[in-house]
């Protein structure tokens, strides 16, 4: 478990400025030596989230035999030899070990599959060592080291942001939030929340966009999903419903041979028989009653299970968690990339009094404005389909859907310059020679827009027009969408700095429309809910979601589940 080096002076890093940061973990930004990072490395450990439960193949096989049932059949198998049955004996104490040695099995392997998921796992990170910049592996990361993060890289360790361009960054494994967060360097409330935290960067999120450089101000347990893995490890095992009644058997049946034993034994006495022998004739009747068999059929069946549930991709840690699911009658299940995709799909969009959804019958897909919705889209956009910010992805895909060659359009329209997207203005620009596209927040860009593309061209942005345009936006986010806007311009209404970079554009856009994007259900979750409710399980749906995007969800289900 590994701490900063000094605790007091680095709490709250996301509420303390970069610089007293660095100074707290006696660091600068061109980083550490590699003198000081293998001495910390040595003080503080690996920077490792320590794997709850992780067993050794000695405890795997002793496992086994953690039954009540187990020890009274070896209990049987001992007073078999006592009795002189030497073929019981060995008969029970085979079943028993080849009992063992079967789940063994399986149990290890199920181990070793676990392990090679964590080695492919293992990443890399960034570093800068002796004032230069180092792919290490991220174990070795310590308190005080300069990571560079740039669009997707998975961000090795918590850290506090000392440069941050146009960075966003995916913190839904922590937070439930499928929209990429906006980073900055500049300090946020002591008490903020960890998902308004913009100062700070944590371990096993992924940056979608934009670069960044972060001082690392925890590593391993210490980190938020350290703290995680810590209360997931610190959770008690409970055996399983069948574990307990077959625990329970094999208590009723070690008392139910003692009882036997206490009766026979003083019957046979009565009768004259040997105190020796009688001994020995309760002793074969105890051993009778035990069900050798029961184990080994057991952990067959369970086996079965487990051979099935592999067929369907579903790795099983522990033969008896195959039977617990059959106990189950509540499932509580994420929504962010298990029962929604987890990326975004424009479902939706706007130009001027006319709804389209894609593929929707009577869609104007000809229109030349819906073409020119996209293409600005897609011009200012710095992702692919398949890589960069979720959201500008939705609107690349989109457009492709289209029949928008998005390569071949960008390289007929090279960018000449770019204002990049931020926070504080909450848009982004792009310059292609004599056209500027823009494309960020709807509220920002109506502001800035002095006319909307209609069908009869450019008009006016008179009261009217922008009021129908913050209704659309109104009516849109009510569906649990999230909406950006989309302008064009000239050149001119570019305003420039000293050097002649782009900076921001004048009040002389004209506003193209609107675009909707929602994270999609998957195909199949309607059909697994509807399964799982016949067979009498309840589902429950976790999300760090707001009501309404989580009702929206919900319903779709539940229009989707009826459906089926």
């Known amino acids: 478990?590994?701490?900063?080096?000094?605790?007091?002076?680095?709490?709250?890093?996301?509420?303390?400025?970069?610089?007293?940061?660095?100074?707290?973990?006696?660091?600068?930004?061109?980083?550490?030596?590699?003198?000081?990072?293998?001495?910390?490395?040595?003080?503080?450990?690996?920077?490792?989230?320590?794997?709850?439960?992780?067993?050794?193949?000695?405890?795997?096989?002793?496992t086994q035999f953690d039954s009540v049932l187990i020890w009274v059949l070896v209990a049987a198998a001992g007073l078999s030899v006592w009795a002189g049955h030497a073929v019981d004996a060995v008969l029970i104490a085979a079943i028993v070990l080849a009992n063992g040695v079967f789940g063994f099995v399986q149990d290890y392997?199920?181990?070793?599959?676990?392990?090679?998921?964590?080695?492919?796992?293992?990443?890399?990170?960034?570093?800068?060592?002796?004032g230069q910049s180092v792919d290490v592996d991220a174990t070795r990361l310590v308190p005080g080291d300069v990571v560079e993060l740039t669009g997707g890289d998975v961000v090795?360790?918590?850290?506090?942001?000392?440069?941050?361009?146009?960075?966003?960054?995916?913190?839904?494994a922590l937070t439930g939030e499928s929209v990429p967060v906006s980073k900055s360097v500049a300090p946020v409330d002591a008490d903020a929340p960890l998902a308004e935290r913009d100062s700070m960067v944590y371990r096993g999120t992924s940056v979608t966009r934009g670069s960044g450089v972060a001082v690392v101000t925890r590593t391993g347990m210490e980190t938020e999903v350290g703290a995680i893995a810590g209360?997931?490890?610190?959770?008690?095992?409970?055996?399983?419903?069948?574990?307990?009644?077959?625990?329970?058997?094999?208590?009723?049946?070690?008392?139910?041979?003692?009882?036997?034993?206490?009766?026979?034994?003083?019957?046979?006495?009565?009768?004259?028989?040997?105190?020796?022998?009688?001994?020995l004739t309760a002793i074969?009747?105890?051993?009778?009653?035990?069900?050798?068999?029961?184990p080994a059929v057991v952990t067959l069946t369970l086996a079965l299970g487990v051979r099935r549930m592999a067929d369907e991709d579903a790795l099983v840690?522990?033969?008896?968690?195959?039977?617990?699911?059959?106990?189950?009658?509540v499932i509580c299940t994420d929504k962010t990339g298990t029962l929604t995709e987890g990326?975004?799909?424009?479902?939706?969009?706007?130009?001027?009094?006319?709804?389209?959804?894609?593929?929707?019958?009577?869609a104007p897909v000809d229109s030349e404005r819906v073409e020119r919705l996209f293409r600005a889209g897609t011009l200012c956009n710095d992702a692919t389909a398949t890589d960069g910010d979720p959201t500008e992805r939705a609107i690349v895909a989109a457009a492709q859907e289209r029949g928008i060659d998005v390569v071949t359009l960008r390289d007929q329209r090279p960018r000449t310059g770019e204002i990049p997207f931020s926070s504080e203005r909450k848009w982004m620009g792009t310059v292609h020679g004599e056209d500027v596209y823009v494309k960020g927040a709807p509220e920002v860009i109506v502001e800035k827009a002095s006319q909307v593309l209609t069908a009869d061209g450019p008009r006016p942005m008179t009261d009217a027009a922008a009021e129908r345009i913050h209704?659309?936006?109104?009516?849109?986010?009510?569906?649990?969408?999230?909406?950006?806007?989309?302008?064009?311009?000239?050149?001119?209404?570019?305003?420039?700095?000293?050097?002649?970079?782009?900076?921001?554009?004048?009040?002389?856009l004209t506003f193209v429309g609107l675009v909707g994007m929602l994270d999609p259900p998957r195909e199949e979750v309607a059909e697994a809910i509807a399964a799982t409710q016949r067979a009498g399980i309840d589902v429950k749906m976790v999300t760090g979601d707001n009501a309404r995007t989580a009702a929206a969800i919900g319903q779709t289900l539940c229009s989707e589940y009826t459906s089926t």
């Open 1 to 62: 478990m590994t701490t900063s080096p000094d605790t007091a002076a680095a709490d709250r890093p996301h509420s303390r400025s970069a610089e007293t940061v660095l100074a707290a973990h006696e660091t600068t930004p061109e980083g550490l030596s590699s003198a000081a990072a293998t001495e910390r490395l040595d003080a503080y450990g690996p920077n490792e989230v320590e794997r709850g439960g992780t067993r050794s193949p000695l405890d795997i096989f002793l």
């Open 317 to 329: 840690r522990r033969l008896p968690a195959v039977e617990a699911l059959g106990a189950v009658d």
């Open 109 to 130: 392997r199920a181990e070793e599959s676990l392990a090679a998921l964590r080695e492919l796992a293992a990443p890399t990170a960034t570093v800068r060592r002796d």
């Open 284 to 294: 074969s009747l105890a051993v009778a009653a035990v069900p050798e068999g029961l």
């Open 471 to 508: 209704d659309r936006i109104d009516a849109f986010a009510d569906d649990a969408l999230r909406v950006l806007a989309v302008a064009v311009g000239e050149v001119g209404v570019v305003e420039r700095d000293a050097a002649g970079n782009p900076v921001d554009v004048s009040d002389g």
């Open 231 to 279: 209360e997931l490890a610190a959770t008690a095992e409970t055996d399983t419903p069948l574990q307990a009644e077959l625990d329970r058997l094999g208590r009723l049946l070690g008392l139910g041979v003692v009882v036997l034993a206490a009766l026979v034994v003083p019957l046979l006495l009565a009768r004259g028989t040997e105190p020796v022998q009688s001994a």
């Open 343 to 362: 990326r975004m799909t424009v479902t939706r969009y706007w130009v001027n009094d006319s709804v389209v959804a894609p593929g929707e019958a009577g």
């Open 156 to 172: 090795p360790a918590d850290g506090r942001l000392v440069e941050s361009r146009s960075m966003e960054v995916d913190e839904s």
